[in-house]
């Protein structure tokens, strides 16, 4: 599935990439500590948070969410 935002696809598709990696050489193999893939879980989720006010769209969580530029 395409990211909201041509701007987010190339850390979507990094993130994707990294987690389905993750998912199948450490959690399917018993090792559910951390997720190895955070940080560019952090940096797809802001670019997609400020497509989304881009977008016009409001989401509650949005609002609250500091991690977003205040515009």
Not at 6 to 34: M, R, V
Not at 49 to 66: G, P, V
Request: aromatic fraction near 12%; include cysteine.
């Amino acid at each position: 599935m395409s990211s909201i935002s041509p701007a987010c696809q190339i850390l979507k598709d990094e993130y994707d990439a990294c987690f389905n990696s993750w998912f199948a050489e450490h959690y399917l193999k018993g090792d559910t500590s951390a997720d190895m893939c955070t940080n560019l879980f952090k940096k797809y989720q802001v670019c997609i948070k400020e497509a989304i006010k881009e977008h016009k769209i409001t989401l509650w969580e949005l609002e609250n969410d500091s991690t977003t530029k205040k515009t």
